[in-house]
């Protein structure tokens, strides 16, 4: 049987799945807010949004057991396709929050499945030369799809809000039907164009054997170190990147709340150019510098410079909370440090 090159269905497949993330986690953040939600409920709400990506190694081991992961790919993004289509459908009505939310966790869930069943697909599909030879690519397109999300659809918000005086509502409902579309294209893209791996197949391990296994996987993870050092690696996991993670949210209303809010009145142009752009390039450079380091010296010697990385730049914020400068090339200086140093610190952990 003829295959199918990779280039046909790797870079579709990781931008089809670094979309939803940042959907999710992202530019709901900028959607809620211009909705009309405080700081304090967008930071409630969105912040559960993530718990999906962080509980999804309780359910990973028994996606094989139903169908194979080229089935599960698909059919979320169908449902992902769907729940975008729900989101700008319930946008105009009355019970658009209530709406809203059910179809981003929904979503949300979609896509933690999806990760699983791609990354599981991508490592069956191709032998460890290619997976190796691939992984750049795969990386490559899924960080396009943040900067589409965050730059291009953040951007065409403020322009169909500013310059064709779109209202709020009618705004966000076209953009939400645009990604609809779009990800329905992907899903039938892939319906033809991804390869069918002899190996994807169906497990044939019972629920109660999976369950077994996993149970086996975390006693002994827990069993392997003495008490003492499983706090401290679990702290470790847990604090390393606490700082970025309580910033997340609450830097993007910052970034987009007027000046009488205490916010740096960007517009949705600019916080797309800034922060969707700027600041991930320096996330890509502090990512690929981080790499680097590592590789070539080890992780013990950089972990306390990476660690200084990842949370001494967060004091931009604090100079711009200070100032409230809302100049563009000083905003977009302070996120390229700020995401140069997240980038640069958590590329190992």
Known sequence: MKKTNPWAWIPTLYFAEGLPNVVVTALSVVMLMQMGLSDAEVGLYTGWLALPWVVKPLWSPFIDLLKTKRWWVLTMQLLMGSALAGIAFTLPTSFWFQGTMFFLFAMAFASATHDISADGFYMIELDEHNQAKYVGLRNTFYR?????????????????????????VYTWTLIFYALAALFIGIWLYHCRMMPRPADDVSSEKSVKEVAHELKTMLATFFCKFGAKETVFVMLFLLFYRFPEALLNTMTKTFLMRPTAEGGMALTPEEYGLAQGTVGLIGLLLGGIIGGVLVSRDGMKRWLWPLVCAITLPDVVYIYLSYTLDSNLWVVSSCLFVEQFGYGLGASPY
Do not use: D, K, P, T
């Open 144 to 168: 396009l799809a943040i900067i589409f999300v965050n730059g291009a659809l953040v951007s065409l918000a403020g322009i169909l809000e500013h310059q064709l005086n779109m209202s709020v």
